[in-house]
Each structure stands twice: as C-alpha cells, then as structure tokens.
C-alpha cells in the first residue's frame, strides 16, 4: 500500500514537471511567433508581449504550487508513518493485553476446576 501511494504522488509530481515543461515550450513558441510577426511598433493594446509576462507569473505561481505540493507530499508520507508505528506499537499492546487475559482466564478456570469453560 505504501509502494502504491509513493508511485501515485510520483506519477502527481512527473505530471506537474511535464506540465511545467509544456508551459515553457508553449511561451517560448509564442515568443518565436510573436517576434515574427509582430510590427516594429506595435500599439499597447495589440502588444502580446504583455500576454508572455503574465504567462511568467502565472508559471512562477505554478512552481510555488508544485513545491508546496512536494512538501505536502513528503508530510504526508511521514504522518503515514508516525500513525502507522502508533498503530503497530497500540496492536502490539493490545495483543500483550489480551495473552495476558487469557492467561489469567486459564489460571482461574484450573482454579475452579470444572465449574468454568473456556
């Protein structure tokens, strides 16, 4: 189950890095093109070059959140863990309880002799 969710966020975070990838061909073909046709003046409203700068900020936002999604990540993966070992350490006292018990059942049980029944 662990090995299941480690390759899960694996296959999360290589498609975040894919699509970070496709971002930064996409404004670099945008870039070629506009450069090829754009006229050596253009006007404010017609410049896309404003367009690229905020394809910029909004891939820098996207780092952010793929950083942040790595952090979250590896917390989680080790908030699975520390629940994990509290879980096997609570069963392992659980089990002890209940030998214990058990014991104490068998020992009275001999002690009344037929009168119990296990």
Same mark, same amino acid.
């Given at each position: 189950?662990?090995?299941?969710?480690?390759?899960?966020?694996?296959?999360?975070?290589?498609?975040?890095?894919?699509? /970070?990838?496709?971002?930064?061909?996409?404004?670099?073909?945008?870039?070629?093109?506009?450069?090829?046709?754009?006229?050596?003046?253009?006007?404010?409203? /017609?410049?896309?070059?404003?367009?690229?700068?905020?394809?910029?900020?909004?891939?820098?936002?996207?780092?952010?959140?793929?950083?942040?999604?790595?952090?979250? $990540?590896?917390?989680?993966?080790?908030?699975?863990?520390?629940?994990?070992?509290?879980? /096997?350490?609570?069963?392992?006292?659980?089990?002890?309880?209940?030998?214990?018990?058990?014991?104490?059942?068998?020992?009275?049980?001999?002690?009344?002799? $037929?009168?119990?029944?296990?």
């Amino acid at each position: 189950m662990i090995d299941t969710e480690i390759f899960q966020e694996q296959i999360f975070v290589d498609n975040f890095q894919k699509a /970070e990838s496709d971002l930064d061909y996409i404004q670099h073909r945008l870039e070629f093109e506009i450069m090829k046709s754009l006229p050596d003046n253009p006007a404010a409203e /017609e410049n896309p070059v404003a367009l690229l700068e905020e394809l910029s900020v909004v891939k820098s936002r996207y780092k952010t959140l793929c950083m942040q999604l790595e952090k979250v $990540s590896l917390e989680q993966r080790e908030s699975m863990n520390g629940i994990r070992a509290a879980l /096997e350490n609570t069963m392992r006292i659980v089990q002890a309880l209940q030998q214990r018990t058990d014991l104490q059942v068998v020992l009275l049980c001999h002690l009344l002799g $037929s009168h119990c029944s296990t």
